[in-house]
């Protein structure tokens, strides 16, 4: 199939087409020069008709049932007139730099539906269990015409307020009686995070679950103000059975007016955009470090020495550093 152009692009994604939007993220998550250009052109064309969305985030311990919660939580939207696309982000092995991509077979109701777009994308060893292109795809699929945009990270832990740099809500899904329930979520992700859900709230789990979310939303009560004025909350749902559901999602709407009533939205929303900024400096100026020392036989050098034993490793860092800063004043 021949490539499509970026006005066949753009017209694709602006008339909701989902193989166009999956060809267009593609396209951003190219590591590929020429690829990044005709990305950052196709992006740039779209801004305009991006940020309309509601932009959730939503992490979890393993086998706390993510996947069965979003294909609940998003057939649910679908039936309310609404269109869900789900960024599913799989962990990249680091020893082999593979990933299974398999949220498609997980949320096979979801997937299939016209009103829904589900796009697995590996985090490819990106810090904080997001991929590496996360913010263009939800800027497409807003484009696209997608009215909540969700994007499910990586597990819990505490590179995984990244996601908070992204989206308007932060979900955390957790279980009870998987440990301290309240280690499940440390301080850092603690202070990210707007609404807990407690899955698994079925079954002999009922009774765990309503304690845990009792608990955890008594220990959330005490965090500081939020200039929203929102206080976080912890709830118990079953993915299994679909209950709690409607109250989870009226959590979250709650949140989002609280957003838009304070101008909070505005202001965090324009704070992620200088994130995103300096986020394509840092990785930008790392490629072109990384190009540097690779041409340098003598960096090179440098780095075997380290390797060998025979350098101390912040000793060459201070080295490398020197020459590469001595190069740029040059």
Do not use: Y
């Not at 706390?64 to 998003?74: I, M, R, W």
């Not at 590996?122 to 945009?149: H, K, N, Q, W, Y």
């Not at 009870?176 to 709230?201: C, F, P, R, Y």
Request: aromatic share 4%; with cysteine; charged share 25%.
């Amino acid at each position: 199939m021949p490539r499509p152009s970026l006005a066949q692009l753009e017209a694709g994604i602006l008339s909701g087409d989902r193989a166009m939007l999956a060809r267009a993220i593609t396209l951003v998550e190219s590591r590929r020069e020429d690829d990044t250009t005709q990305a950052e052109e196709l992006l740039e064309k779209l801004m305009p008709v991006t940020g309309r969305a509601a932009r959730i985030g939503m992490s979890g311990v393993p086998g706390a049932g993510k996947s069965t919660l979003l294909e609940g939580l998003g057939t649910m939207l679908i039936t309310r007139g609404l269109r869900v696309a789900v960024l599913a982000v799989d962990p990249t092995s680091f020893a082999s730099g593979g990933s299974i991509l398999g949220d498609k077979t997980r949320m096979p109701r979801l997937s299939n539906a016209p009103e829904a777009f589900v796009r697995p994308s590996p985090s490819a060893t990106t810090p904080g269990g997001i991929a590496r292109r996360t913010r263009e795809a939800m800027m497409l699929c807003e484009a696209a015409g997608f009215d909540v945009v969700i994007v499910e990270t990586v597990g819990v832990g505490q590179g995984e307020v990244a996601v908070g740099d992204m989206v308007d809500s932060f979900v955390a899904v957790l279980i009870a009686g998987a440990g301290d329930d309240l280690q499940g979520i440390k301080k850092g992700i603690l202070e990210q995070v707007d609404i807990v859900a407690i899955n698994k709230a079925d079954g002999e789990g009922v009774i765990r679950a309503k304690l845990a979310a009792r608990e955890l939303g008594a220990a959330m009560h005490f965090q500081a103000a939020r200039a929203s004025g929102f206080s976080p909350k912890a709830i118990a749902v079953s993915a299994l059975e679909g209950t709690g559901l409607v109250d989870l999602w009226a959590l979250v709407e709650a949140h989002r007016a609280a957003l838009l009533e304070t101008g909070e939205l505005v202001r965090v929303r324009a704070q992620q955009q200088a994130k995103w900024m300096w986020s394509l400096v840092e990785e930008r100026a790392m490629t072109s470090l990384r190009q540097r020392v690779r041409s340098s036989a003598a960096l090179v050098d440098l780095e075997r020495d380290v390797i060998d034993g025979r350098a101390w490793a912040p000793r060459a860092a201070r080295a490398i550093t020197a020459t590469l800063l001595s190069a740029d004043l040059a």
